[in-house]
């Protein structure tokens, strides 16, 4: 490929509306281009990286028996109405109506899609276990488009579904995914991508994980543990609050008027946060009375934990007047309300604590949660409600804990029956008996995974490609060509060789030394042949990595002797 | 791939929702299966198929130069209403509102984003010429989505667009992708696709050539000329009549008392129906009045023609109360209409003609066209309105024209500066002055070929699939491996040696051979190995191509040498 024929113009300039790494490379590299929100267009260098992508997810699913398929973009209500989700998802499913006014929507994942093929086709359990995906456009009406390609509304997406007689077999087959994930990310060059335990979300299913790409720019809050490799979305990871031995108080009323707020109390009572005790309040969907969670003063509520307890999408809750609650005072000691009461495990054995005293302008101090609280009109017992925190405690192995931001490339989910029992598909099993098999789906954002390597692998002036997913694996760079046509020869010659090997990009336009390498470093080939008239007359040629780890001048007739072996070097690095 | 493990079931019975063969087939074989009207779903084999079609595709398409990019299949409607195509386009282009009430579209085509993302990338005349395209999923509304895969409303296609400063360059450019076509299709294996002049349609421009597979299963008619290579849809063919020499009749008014039509006439008069003279009235899109076309009895008006004449949507009209027209009895001679009137070239010269009088229940005989018709009110033109017949003489040699049917496969398009001048997008020329580029437009149907090639290539049991799209290459029956466990084992032998070089399907079920044989003809594979007790005795295996022209034992010994011959032999006959 000519440069000077590469459609997509490259910029210096920071756009105003980037402030991720790789929204704002893909921008200035001339990768993509922004249709409507959330909505891009790709220009051919995304396009050339992203088929190397999928034609790597691709092989990794074939390897683990994978058959590929395509469901459709567009799907009829009926078939999202069998499995319930019609109704059950929100305003992200994109719902429309065709020219005969019947009811349409834009597929943004395929478990019905998959079981409406599956059903008809595998009636037997000779043909299980199987598993079929495809890589495909799909739409999700994302209310917070941002970064680029890391949060859209159209994307490409590997899906896979895989389909078992037993739970034990997709348990296996769960493992094998779970490892041809990792060797697609260590494919595509990624070192820095940890599964961890997630929610299930809308998808329901009973055990899940996400494949996270550890970066300040995600969206995802992971905790990690360096001892026993505990990993969890903050969503769904346990906490083991630590706790402070204190002697039992005694209860007394203080005036605290206009105290609201945790930092309001532990301020005027001169304690740390973890000696109070606080209420947080929410209005749970589909029912009238609110939900009260008292949870120590130290943490905040988890409401993708609480939604889980409670079987419901939770909201939180400011409170009308006919509520029999005292915001901004409310406590366990004395209160009489209708809500329902959670009781999160941080307030286990906790004593001496400060609460409200459910009165306006009151609280409580010397509050101990098991005498004053339990055995009066309260459940007793103490829920995981909490959400986990720096330095907290590992859940597993108690080693000190380490939150950190992730973004998900990618995610694995035990379905179980979900779907398979909605839309009634059924096997006759080697008994004779019907049964509905059992599901496992598996995804990867294919754009993600392009924005996700610029996330992992750039410097100040560009992205890094890994060697298995570059656009090209090697540019040339003509220097003076205009003033030299020397130059512009002897680069053309070394091109059209090294065209019959690789994928070589020739900057072919006559421009200044500046602009050929901030250009190549945008474009971020791993492999840099630099032709200038002061070397070619002493018969040598500048090669430099992108990653500027290598930099050597060599004898022309030694060039394609040391392309080969750093080309070499770089497949050999992937993913290390 | 194992065929125990292959997802899809095939059977023996015609579904009844079919009538095209290769609809029959996509069923029967497990290829597609129908998710809503115009929407399917591909199962592995026809997702295999549609791989390597693409691929062939993508290979011809980058050998005139072509960047692959990446479009979003849906559009925001500002991007269409730039263009006017938002509001000219009827309900086959779908339109929906987002989350926010913002209106979205899905893509049937994508000359609007091709010029939304060239028009900021290519500004200079040194980029140019340039040509991106796209492989991807498509929809159209399609009203009367019928056949399969042939007109669906959901539909994966390469489209591709090319831009030049030029419009020599682009005639140049659009010949070279008129032959990468023919290309394309002849190594998909097509030997019966030919192309057309076409109609430009609601694309716009100025020359197009559609890819028809002759077949009688097509919606299109086709003008073909044996003798000098003539072909055009019959959309835009353009009509030489024969004309038979007459003496100028006498007007002669008749009483014809309820004769509305031509049989009634030529019944009546005992004369050719080439003698009458009828006339079409047409409404016209966005005009009060009505316009009339005159033409011979043997021939019909082409709608698609007329509207190109008049520039603007036509619909036969059959009159309300106040027209100034005598429906049914509406001739040239005397009528005076404020409606607009056209003469079509089959009545150039035409004497002793039978036509409408102009008054209810009477036509005249002796009509000269000539004498009685022109030079009065009327234009002094005749139009080529009519619609080409079965027979007719070639417009170009004269030869005797054959009408066939044909299923369009792609089309090209010369689009001029349509889009460019509505969607604003310049470039710098060399004397510095701002210019618009001109466009041209390129597409095929993937699943379109993919049923198209059922079409051309099939016998009695199933499709043929050529050797460069075949979803594997070779089929290897093992038939009462149950009984002889050396049979199961041979078979697997063969396919463990034969799968390190080709794509290999084996057929490890415990069937009888007319089971096997059935699935093997759907699947349609363009070499069988068959692995029996019989032949295993004498040391023999046998080969058997699917369009059953080649049928061997051959020593187990030679199998590899010979499978290796039979390969060659087929990759050689492609697109023959």
Known sequence: MLLSKLLGERFKEKPAEASMISHIFLLRGGYVRQVATGIYS???????????????????????????????????????????????VGSELLRMKDRNGHSLLLGMTHEEASVHMARTEATSYTKFPFMIYQIQTKFRDEPRARGGLIRVREFTMKDAYSFHTTQ?????????????????????????????ESDTGMMGGSLA???????????????????CQYRANVEVSAVKPSHTERPEGTPSLHHTPGMTTIEDLYEFFKIDKSQTLKAAVFAVEGQEKPIVVFLRGDYDVNEAKLRRVVGANVFPYAGNEEDDLCFGFIGPHGLETSARVFFDASLMGENDLVSGANQKDYHYTGINVTKECLGKSFPEEFYDLAKARQGDPCPACGHTTDLRRGIEMGNIFQLGRKYTESMDMTYVDSDGQRRHPIMGCYGIGVGRMLAGAIEEHHDDYGPIWPISIAPWQIHICSLGAGKSPEVGEAARSIYDKLSARYEVLLDDRDVTAGVAFADADLLGVPLRVIVGKRGLDKGEIELVRRDKSVRVMVPLENLEAEIDAQMKALWEELGS
Chains 1, 2 share one sequence.
């Open 42 to 88: 790709l220009l051919p260098p995304a396009k050339r990286i992203v088929a190397k992508i999928e034609q790597i997810i691709r092989e990794e699913m074939d390897n683990i028996d994978g058959q590929e398929v395509l469901f459709p973009v567009v799907m009829p209500a009926e078939l999202w109405q069998e499995s319930g989700r019609y109704e059950s």
């Open 168 to 196: 034990e077999d997709l348990a296996e087959y769960y493992q094998q995914c779970h490892e041809a994930y990792e060797k697609i990310f260590r494919r595509a060059g990624f070192s820095n991508i940890v599964s961890v």
């Open 209 to 227: 994980h996400e494949f996270m790409l550890i970066s300040e720019g995600g969206e995802d809050n992971l905790v990690l543990c360096p001892a």
